[in-house]
């Protein structure tokens, strides 16, 4: 029955305005727009109007600053046109009765002003965007989001939900003046279940913490990012974060068996389910799983985590082309089956980049031109079998020209350095100059011919790398140049 009251509530929301209407295009003056974590500008979120009802419709990606600055829309066809935005009058701004409010809910020490600390809350991690909030609140329980929610509504202010502020898009900043709600102090780990593996915690957990605390079980996480030590897992669910495993445990919408969540005029609900199995009714905890913060602020997570194996294995290969990296993926697959949990591919390009930004690390192989390097990692419960099963495939993918060459971990700590080649990519990127970086799922065949295109396009005004997660079909497209130039890089789209 709850499901169904929460079902007819959500619903409600949309009797004015349809949840998912048709796309528009709104002129710059009338509507408050927002990056999603995706780089989707969209109306304000979280932001309904007095009755509660949503006005939010998505229409189209684009890329820009915001705040009055000039942005660029991009169409499906990647044609642009720039537009200005400017805040909209309607929504409200802060007075000294709102901070007095908040004060009284959340506590002083948890309503900051501190400038130096909203300086940080407004940038993002990739120094890119920048919002002008005056106002950070830290709400310490589902209660404390549902009253500060309940009252923004009704005062028609502006909010913005953020986490670890980890995105590489800027869709956890402000773009204007938005009260921004870090779920930060919301960091409990509410219950773990040893039988079935079901861990039940706040928004606010960072990952890695996570990670550490299953570990301490015996269990494992599902989800592994790069930027697990500072990302939260509210946040996690809420852009259906996919990780370098996902070949082997699948999605979030797979592994995530309930959440709460708080709606835009404080209601809660309460979809905390931790049934593996559950056929009665809707199901609405996928609607809030990737909407990005749209629907409503997710405040807790039930989620299926699996035992932790104690074979684990580790390669880091070569490859002369990239149809070799296809082939290899598809013998990986037939032959490591049931012990494959990553697969992952860079070009030449990326550990280049890698190699002269980052300190300390070293490529594995002996020096060589290699076009493409994959990492193939294997998960199981018989150590000797497992790594012989493993050998045996890069012998036989060897002995077949698919793998121009190629090294076995010894140790966690090799394995570590070969994850720091991968996983440092981004960092790399950040030191290299000003990055346009875009994270796209593609039919696996012809997922790099994206990034040959775009070198031709581009040329020698920028570089042009590829890496990503080739086990699911995810490419991450970067184009790094010494500066900013939106204008240079989207007319060549």
Known sequence: M????????????????????????????????????????????????QKGRFGGTFWGPTVGTGLGKTIRIQNRRFGSLAATIQRNPSFSTLNSDDISYFKGVLGEK??????????????????????????????????????????????SLAVVPQGGNTGLVGGSVPVFDEVIINM?????????????????????CILENLISFLDNQGFI?????????????????????????????????????????VLANGDVLDMLGTLRKDNTG?????????????????????????????????????????????????????????????????????????????????????????????????????????KEKLEAFLLRSMEGGLISDGVLAQDINQASSFWRIREGVPEALMKAGAIYKYDLSLPVEKMYNLVEEMRIRLGDSSKVIGYGHLGDGNLHLNISTPQYDDMSVNCRF
């Open 2 to 49: 709850e499901r169904l009251r929460a079902a007819r509530r959500l619903l409600h929301y949309s009797s004015s305005k349809s949840l998912f209407g048709p796309r528009s295009n709104p002129t710059s003056a009338e509507h408050p727009l927002r990056r999603s974590a995706s780089g989707v500008w969209y109306w304000c979120p979280y932001i309904a109007d």
């Open 110 to 155: 948890n309503v900051i002003q501190d400038e130096d600390w909203l300086l940080s809350a407004n940038t993002d991690w990739m120094r890119k965007y920048n919002g002008s909030s005056k106002l950070l609140l830290q709400p310490r329980s589902t209660e404390e989001v549902s009253r500060v929610l309940k009252y923004c509504n009704s005062r």
């Open 184 to 204: 930060g102090s919301m960091n409990n780990i509410v219950s773990f279940d040893e039988v079935s593996g079901i861990l039940v915690c706040e928004a606010g």
């Open 221 to 261: 996480m599902p989800l592994d990012l790069g930027a697990k030590g500072s990302c939260q897992i509210g946040g996690n669910v809420s852009t259906n974060a996919g990780g370098l495993r996902l070949v082997r445990y699948g999605s979030l919408h797979g592994n995530v068996l309930g959440i709460e969540v």
């Open 282 to 386: 809707y199901d609405l905890k996928h609607l809030f799983i990737g909407s990005e913060g749209s629907l409503g602020i997710i405040t807790k997570v039930s989620i299926l985590t699996p035992p932790k194996l104690s074979s684990v294995n580790l390669a880091f290969l070569a490859c002369k082309d990239y149809s070799s990296c296809l082939k290899l993926l598809l013998e990986a697959k037939r032959r490591l089956g049931e012990v494959l949990s990553a697969f992952e591919f860079l070009d030449n390009q990326s550990l280049d980049l890698v190699l002269n930004h980052l300190e300390g690390v070293r490529n594995p192989l002996p020096p060589s031109m290699h076009n493409f390097y994959v990492l193939i990692e294997t998960t199981g419960s018989d150590e000797s079998y497992d």
